[in-house]
């Protein structure tokens, strides 16, 4: 990770903490990391979490990992060194939001335990929710709506996880999706249970 370039920096507390603002919205700041392949129903379900929680009042934002390379980390690739900086770049962001009360929603492959482990450790205990979208790289290539795997097959994409790049599956993720097997609705019912059954939102 990173190391610390800027000096004679200091961190200023806030008159306002994250547990009066989690008071006010009566919901716990959280991150929730979906995990998985490409095509494995990472951004879909994630966006179906938050519309559902949304349309019951509670405060959340989704950040995806395509429209997260559109700005803050355009100027990544996909090598190893560049994934590492783009998780941790996004771990940080997703830590800010959480401090703010939201419910924090990631979309991101994030192929590596000890990228998405940093995350982990960053928000504390009880804050991160690791959600596998699990699914067999056969099912991800039969959906390839973006036609990824394919270019990747002909050598057209290098460094293309579950291809030319590894996947490591999560070893302890507070919930699998078994989007094989799994509708849409069941996997996104199946995360908004898990969040009530742990009190995050008291309504």
């Known amino acids: 990770m990173k190391k610390q370039k800027a000096?004679?920096?200091?961190?200023?507390?806030?008159?306002?903490?994250r547990e009066e603002r989690e008071t006010f919205l009566k919901q716990k700041g959280v991150v929730l990391w979906?995990?998985?392949?490409?095509?494995?129903?990472?951004?879909?379900?994630?966006?179906?979490?938050?519309?559902?929680?949304?349309?019951?009042?509670?405060?959340?934002?989704?950040?995806d990992g395509d429209n997260v390379r559109h700005g803050l980390n355009k100027d990544l690739g996909f090598s190893p060194e560049d994934r590492e900086e783009n998780i941790r770049r996004i771990s940080e962001v997703a830590h800010l939001f959480a401090d703010a009360g939201f419910i924090t929603l990631t979309a991101f492959i994030s192929p590596y335990r000890k990228d998405r482990d940093f995350c982990r450790h960053l928000l504390g205990e009880g804050r991160f929710f690791e959600m596998y979208c699990k699914a067999s790289l056969h099912t991800c290539e039969e959906r390839d709506t973006k036609g990824l795997y394919k270019k990747a097959r002909a050598g057209?994409?290098?460094?293309?996880?579950?291809?030319?790049?590894?996947y490591e599956e999560p070893l302890h993720p507070e919930l699998i999706l078994d989007t094989d097997t799994e509708t849409i609705e069941e996997s996104t019912q199946n995360v908004v249970n898990m969040l009530k059954d742990l009190g995050i939102f008291s309504t």
């Open 156 to 166: 057209q994409i290098k460094e293309f996880t579950g291809i030319s790049a590894p």
């Open 34 to 63: 979906f995990t998985g392949l490409s095509g494995s129903g990472k951004s879909t379900i994630a966006n179906e979490v938050a519309y559902s929680l949304h349309s019951k009042g509670h405060l959340c934002y989704l950040l």
């Open 7 to 17: 000096t004679n920096i200091v961190w200023h507390a806030h008159r306002v903490n």
